[in-house]
């Protein structure tokens, strides 16, 4: 009777062992699946309030064409997105135009480089705040083998070259679209007291890129930004003749469009934007941008 009552506490103590393991087991394994619950419920709130934080993700960036010419937002913008979680849809037109975008409230944040032109802006209210970004400079090219021989008559003096130019009637090849450059070239014009026309002033309507195209094939002359030229130059026939030049410093601001325009407006997008724009990451990758082919920077950043 010992031996059986013995037998009986030996099974019972073995089937209580395993319950408690197993009760233990299950305890442990659902307490790991509760942990793994909880963390997808976390990643799933961040998501949605990134979601929610970031209502409208696209934000329209109305830039200059010389801007988008030398690749520089190639460079720099896929960092932007990666950074914030905004992407800037670029629509590249003249300063000109891209001002009457913000005016007209069809963009939200403004890239340009016609200073005067920009402080209008904002002061008619169209436009919140302009903050300086970067600078490069303007340059006068034309042929390699350059009949006028500029450089030596003029020197780094842009309004004496200017002035030969039309007295030789050559070809001159203007953006003739109200933009920076189109606004630079043609303050150029009035201070050397001409006003170019005739057969030789062409007046492109045009890109920065296709003018300057248009300039190699007609072996004439253009007034450019230097960072487009320099992105063209392995397939030119063109040399830069006038440099240095106070007059030709190119500035470039950026303004974000006055939210009040309308509802679609996408002003948080607008503010990250220039935020980061300003920022020592982005001003940094300005800098850099063109070292590494040109052996110098294509801009300078200057923000602040």
């Not at 979680?85 to 007209?104: I, P, R």
């Not at 300086?132 to 083998?145: A, C, K, R, S």
């Not at 724009?277 to 063109?290: N, P």
Request: contains cysteine; proline residues 2%.
């Amino acid at each position: 009777m010992n031996k059986n009552l013995k037998r009986l506490s030996l099974v019972l103590a073995i089937l209580l062992s395993v319950f408690v393991v197993g009760c233990s087991n299950q305890s442990a394994t659902d307490t790991a699946n509760e942990s793994n619950n909880a963390e997808k419920q976390i990643e799933q709130n961040e998501e949605t309030e990134q979601t929610e934080e970031i209502e409208n993700s696209e934000l329209i960036l109305s830039t200059t064409t010389s801007t988008e010419n030398s690749g520089l937002l190639d460079a720099i913008l896929p960092s932007f997105t990666e950074t914030t979680g905004y992407e800037a849809k670029v629509v590249a037109v003249g300063t000109g135009a891209a001002l009457q975008m913000g005016e007209d409230g069809e963009a939200d944040v403004l890239l340009v480089h016609a200073k005067a032109s920009e402080e209008e802006f904002v002061a008619n209210g169209h436009g919140l705040e302009r903050f300086d970004v970067m600078y490069n400079d303007f340059v006068l090219i034309g042929p390699n083998e350059d009949s006028l021989s500029l450089t030596e008559k003029a020197g780094s003096d842009i309004v004496k070259a200017l002035t030969i130019i039309n007295d030789s009637d050559v070809t001159f090849v203007s953006r003739g679209d109200d933009s920076g450059t189109h606004k630079k070239e043609l303050s150029l014009w009035e201070e050397a007291e001409i006003q170019p026309s005739g057969d030789w002033y062409v007046e492109a309507g045009q890109g920065m890129g296709a003018v300057i195209q248009m300039t190699n094939e007609l072996e004439g002359y253009t007034l450019t930004d230097r960072a487009t030229y320099l992105s063209m130059v392995d397939h030119l026939d063109l040399q830069v003749l006038i440099e240095g030049d106070s007059r030709l410093f190119n500035q470039y601001g950026v303004i974000a469009v006055n939210p009040d325009k309308n509802d679609k407006i996408n002003a948080e997008g607008a503010e990250t934007f220039i935020n980061w724009l300003l920022s020592d990451e982005a001003q940094q990758l300005i800098g850099e941008f063109g070292a590494d082919k040109f052996g110098e920077p294509l801009f300078t950043p200057n923000a602040g």
